[in-house]
């Protein structure tokens, strides 16, 4: 193969790539450096779909095409969630066939979808067999390089976790500031960049003290519970009814508020582990993006963790699929003993696609009142969960009245928890993850709307007035550890 056989595609990919780029988003930097690492960017992905076909004007093709799809997910993703795309968003690619309503899209079986996919695929077979593979004749420097060039990509990705590129790598990405670095580097360095900048940080993360824990005062039979409510905030702040539960919450919570939250609209998983660990998204590197992903779960502050030192039954409610987000492996390994999944609500009655939140707090009540001792349970909801489009509920089509038809039932659920809980020595702990994505709600670009959050402290005899705290959401399961400790009765946080 001559060096023209290769390079005048590629110059094709990469003028074309930043085209893309360029017309779907702001103006790229034009700096040289900047313009280097983002043809770096474009060279490695023709060079990734060059090496299944070595077929140089297919693999600069698939280079376009792969640009055409990110630039589109992206002003999507910016759109909705106001956030740019990410290298932990290709984790969540595989789930995509299975739930497409939970990412805006439609199952594969649909012919909008399996169309293009089966035309797409007609046009690969045919390029194949018209243009043809830049390999040699003879059959050992064939193999060589059908061989070499998978090495080869695999040397560079080992190359840069090699102590000088990682100092390289710190200097271009000192720290995560997504929306600057697409906009220096594009999207598939930085993606490409933040990728081995988490990788780096995973080897070297030193090991975090566990919390000291002792016995928690009290009866043997204290009762935790902790419930993430999907997209929950008041509905009176986004224009809806006033809800009956925010008034109890100011008359009867220990301490409620505004809580500050991840993520805008999405990435529940984030909320989750800051709760959870007491961990503030800053303090995770490249992996606040997806801690799941990026941890695996191993946090030695994990609530679990710490509750299952004390003596506490751990137990994890949720009613959805045990894979999504891999929570299944995550949760045990962040300590909780026992999980409740979707399999375990077969023949509850769902409100709309998914689990009614009722039938979830009717749930989360019989498992603490199925076993003795301490129990310490968190529970994720899902009935309000998005996208809120004609067709969810019956007679109700607008994406505001569907929602607060939702969040009426979340209302009512917590307040079940609330009558099924005052009568014994219990803390209850309901915070929203992440404010919904509703059209026109405000701008993703303003940043993360706070959710709401309530706590309250039953079976204590001197029970503290009502007052209103506002907490991040790592604040707030940092006060959740010291429920767990009994180091504090107020618990004001």
Request: aromatic share 8%; net charge positive.
């Amino acid at each position: 193969m001559s060096p023209a056989t290769f390079l005048v595609p590629l110059g094709m990919a990469l003028a074309g790539s930043l085209v893309i780029e360029a017309a779907a988003s702001r103006r790229p930097s034009l700096r040289p450096g900047d313009l280097a690492i983002r043809a770096a960017g474009y060279t490695l992905i023709t060079l990734f779909w060059f090496q299944f076909s070595w077929r140089p004007w297919l693999a600069a093709t698939s280079c376009l095409l792969t640009l055409a799809v990110l630039a589109v997910v992206d002003r999507l993703k910016r759109k909705v969630i106001g956030e740019p795309v990410v290298f932990s968003d290709l984790a969540l690619l595989a789930q995509v066939p299975r739930h497409p309503q939970l990412y805006y899209t439609l199952p594969l079986t649909d012919l909008r979808i399996a169309g293009p996919l089966f035309l797409g695929l007609s046009a690969i077979v045919a390029w194949y067999v018209l243009e043809p593979a830049a390999l040699p004749e003879a059959s050992a420097p064939r193999l060589l390089a059908i061989l070499g060039l998978p090495a080869a990509l695999a040397g560079l990705v080992f190359a840069a976790l090699t102590p000088p590129a990682e100092r390289w790598l710190r200097r271009v990405f000192p720290r995560p500031d997504l929306a600057e670095d697409v906009a220096r580097y594009g999207l598939v360095a930085t993606m490409m960049g933040y990728a081995l900048r988490r990788l780096g940080e995973s080897r070297t993360r030193p090991v975090a003290p566990t919390p000291p824990v002792g016995a928690p005062a009290g009866p043997a039979d204290e009762v935790v519970v902790v419930v993430q409510l999907e997209s929950f905030l008041d509905p009176a702040r986004i224009g809806g009814p006033d809800l009956p539960l925010m008034a109890r919450i100011r008359a009867q919570a220990a301490q409620y508020g505004r809580l500050a939250v991840p993520a805008h609209g999405a990435y529940t998983m984030r909320s989750e582990h800051a709760v959870l660990t007491g961990c503030e998204p800053e303090t995770l590197g490249f992996g606040r993006f997806d801690p799941y992903l990026a941890r695996k779960g191993d946090e030695p502050t994990s609530l679990a963790r710490l509750a299952r030192a004390a003596g506490f039954r751990t137990i994890f409610v949720h009613p959805f699929d045990r894979d999504f987000f891999d929570r299944a492996r995550v949760f045990a390994r962040l300590g909780f003993d026992r999980l409740v999944m979707e399999e375990d609500f077969a023949r509850s009655p769902r409100v709309g696609p998914y689990v009614g939140d009722v039938a979830v707090a009717e749930r989360i009540l019989a498992e603490v009142a199925e076993g003795s001792g301490r129990t310490f349970l968190f529970s994720v909801t899902m009935e309000n969960h998005g996208p809120w489009k004609a067709g969810r509920l019956t007679g109700i089509d607008t994406p505001l009245a569907q929602y607060v038809h939702h969040v009426a039932n979340t209302g009512r659920a917590v307040e079940l928890l609330i009558d099924g809980l005052a009568h014994r020595r219990a803390t209850l702990c309901v915070f929203g993850d992440h404010a919904p994505s509703l059209p026109g709600l405000r701008s993703p670009a303003e940043g993360p709307l706070a959710t709401d959050y309530a706590l309250f402290r039953f079976g204590r005899n001197a029970a503290p007035s009502p007052a209103r705290i506002d907490l991040t959401a790592a604040r707030l399961g940092c006060v959740l550890r010291d429920a767990l400790s009994g180091k504090t009765e107020g618990l004001r946080g």
